[in-house]
Every structure is written in structure tokens, then in C-alpha cells.
């Protein structure tokens, strides 16, 4: 959060940084002037009670003003900050903006970059590739339940909520990976809904995009052939799409380049054929309360399958 990799970000840790220092330099007087009443008050000894009276004070209605006056403006500074930090976000400029939609599903990020064009619209899952300087305007939807989406480097949380459309707009200044939350409680698996962040140049996301949007190509060889078969013959298909073939639902995510991503299950796991065998055949010792079903296959069936998804690359 500290470590912005956009002027999103860095706003808002400038603001972060102004509140800590005012609350120390608050709590560190708090505490002075505390250590100095203990300090001078009157101690009752062994054979003495201690003198709790007022005499000699004093009135304290003036220390009680001044008090009062300080926190007042301390406080109302903060407000003050918050809020021009609210509109210098607003005002940012975002022409020529990449346009995304993220749906929040329980538990895991469906992720669509629009275009003007159609035919060049591509869903992606739990991976949010950006370039590098140019303005990203995401639009918030959720499917299920209230969601939060949250890059730390690049911008605050924003909630997705049933119903509603909202969106977050920021920018990425350096390139890199960061690592993306749910950030609202939501379900059993909230703590492993995550997506990765990945920002590139102008020239390697276009790259990126450009193979996103081709559909899967044709498998080769005996065994992936065997496995696209039971992809599409199986319950496989009942939620997942694959661009290219007659698999086309949207009730799980989009595996047409499932073997370009890093991880599987939303962050749970690296993307291995091991792991995504292990996904396969037991997601609910993995993931429990996701809704994908245990599948036991027979091994050659299940290696069979895995080969034809390590080829969607
Ligand atoms: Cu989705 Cu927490």
C-alpha cells in the first residue's frame, strides 16, 4: 500500500503518511503532558493520604478551550486532506483509457476487455494485464454476494455489489506484478480470492491481448485429443468455456488460455499439470465451499485431460 506503482496509490499513501504523523505527534503530547500530571501530582505516602484536591490550580476552563480548539483543527485538517485527496482523484485525467470489466463471483475474478470492435472482446480470469502509463477504467459488477476489489499498488478498495454498476480508475507508472484481494468478506474461501496484477509495456500487452483473443487452437496428438473429447462430453463444459470450441458457459472461468496463467483457483495454487489435476479431481479439499465439483476420474481419463488443458496456452 505504501509502495505506489501509480498517482492513484500515491495520493493516497501521501495522505496515509499525513495522518500517522499527526496522530503520533497527538499521542506522543498525550502521553508527555500524562507523564508530567503523574509526575508533579501530590503521592500519598505511608502515613499520608494523597492530596486529590484542587488547591492551587488554576481554573482548567481555559486548558479545557485550548484542548478542544487543537483537536478541532487537527481534525478537521484531516477532513480538509481526505477530501481534496478525494477530488484529485476524481479530476485525474483518463483519456484513451483501457476499458475492463471485472464480475466478482464467489470465489473467483471474471475479467472481459471491452473493445468498440466485438469481435476483438476477450475474457480473461483471475488475471488483470494493464500497460504500463495508460489510464485503466475497470467496471465493478458482482454475481453473488458483496465483494472488494483491491490493488494496494495501484489504488484503494472499491466494493461490487449485486445490482450495481461501479467502477475504480487508476494507472500503473511502473511495470511489475501485484498481487490483487478480495477485500470484503464473502464466503468460506474469501481469504483465497485473489488475482494477479500484471503490468506491461504498450508493445507486450498488445502482444498479450492479441493472444488472448485467438481461440484454442486445435490439440495435437493422441492423448489431448482424448482429453478435449472428455472436456466437452463431460460436466466440464456445463460451466467453463473454451473460445474455439462448442464450450461457451460463464458460470466458471473462461479456460481458453487457462496454461498462459500463473496461478489456478484464484491465487490458491501455481499453475502445474499437477496442481491442475489435483484441482480437478478434489477442489473441495482445496478450495471448501467453491463451486467446483469433485470429479473422480479414471488416471488415464484425468491425464488425458490435463494434457489437452496444458496446451491452452
Ligand atoms: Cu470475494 Cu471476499
Not at 476487455?113 to 500497460?131: G, H, K, S, V
Not at 490493488?151 to 511495470?175: M, N, Q
Request: hydrophobic share 50%; with cysteine; glycine share 6%.
Amino acid at each position: 500500500m505504501l509502495d505506489a506503482a501509480g498517482p492513484q496509490a500515491a495520493r493516497i499513501a501521501d495522505l496515509w503518511w499525513l495522518t500517522l504523523s499527526v496522530c503520533v505527534v497527538v499521542f506522543v503530547a498525550v502521553m508527555a503532558m500524562f507523564a508530567w500530571a503523574l509526575w508533579r501530582a501530590p503521592r500519598g505516602g505511608a502515613n499520608t493520604a494523597p492530596d486529590i484536591a484542587l488547591g492551587g490550580e488554576r481554573p482548567l476552563g481555559w486548558r479545557v478551550g485550548v484542548g478542544i480548539a487543537v483537536s478541532s483543527v487537527l481534525l478537521n485538517g484531516l477532513l480538509v486532506a481526505s477530501v481534496l485527496t478525494d477530488r484529485a482523484l476524481a479530476l485525474m485525467p483518463f483519456d484513451n483509457a483501457l476499458n475492463v470489466r471485472v464480475t466478482a463471483h464467489q470465489y473467483w475474478w471474471e475479467i472481459v476487455y471491452d473493445d468498440p470492435q466485438p469481435d476483438r472482446i476477450f475474457t480473461t480470469a483471475n488475471e488483470l494485464y494493464i500497460p504500463v502509463g495508460r489510464p485503466v477504467v475497470v467496471t465493478l459488477q458482482a454475481d453473488d454476494v458483496i465483494h472488494s476489489f483491491w490493488v494496494p499498488e495501484l489504488h484503494g478498495k472499491k466494493d461490487l455489489i449485486p445490482g450495481r454498476t461501479t467502477t475504480i480508475r487508476f494507472r500503473a507508472d511502473i511495470s511489475g506484478e501485484f498481487v490483487g484481494r478480495c477485500a470484503e468478506y464473502c464466503g468460506l474461501q474469501h481469504a483465497f480470492m485473489a488475482f494477479d496484477v500484471v503490468a506491461l509495456s504498450e508493445d507486450r500487452f498488445a502482444a498479450w491481448a492479441d493472444a488472448q483473443r485467438k481461440p484454442a487452437a486445435d490439440p495435437s496428438g493422441a492423448a489431448a485429443q482424448r482429453g478435449r473429447e472428455l472436456f466437452l462430453s463431460g460436466s466440464c463444459m456445463l460451466c467453463h468455456a473454451i473460445q474455439g470450441t462448442t464450450a461457451n458457459a460463464r458460470k466458471a472461468p473462461d479456460l481458453t488460455h487457462v496454461a498462459s496463467r500463473a496461478h489456478l483457483a484464484a491465487g490458491r495454487l501455481a499453475n502445474t499439470p499437477q496442481t491442475l489435476a489435483a484441482w480437478i479431481t478434489d477442489p473441495q479439499r482445496i478450495k471448501p465451499g467453491a463451486n467446483m465439483p469433485t470429479h473422480l476420474l479414471p488416471s488415464d481419463d484425468l491425464a488425458a485431460l490435463v494434457t489437452y488443458l496444458e496446451t491452452l496456452k
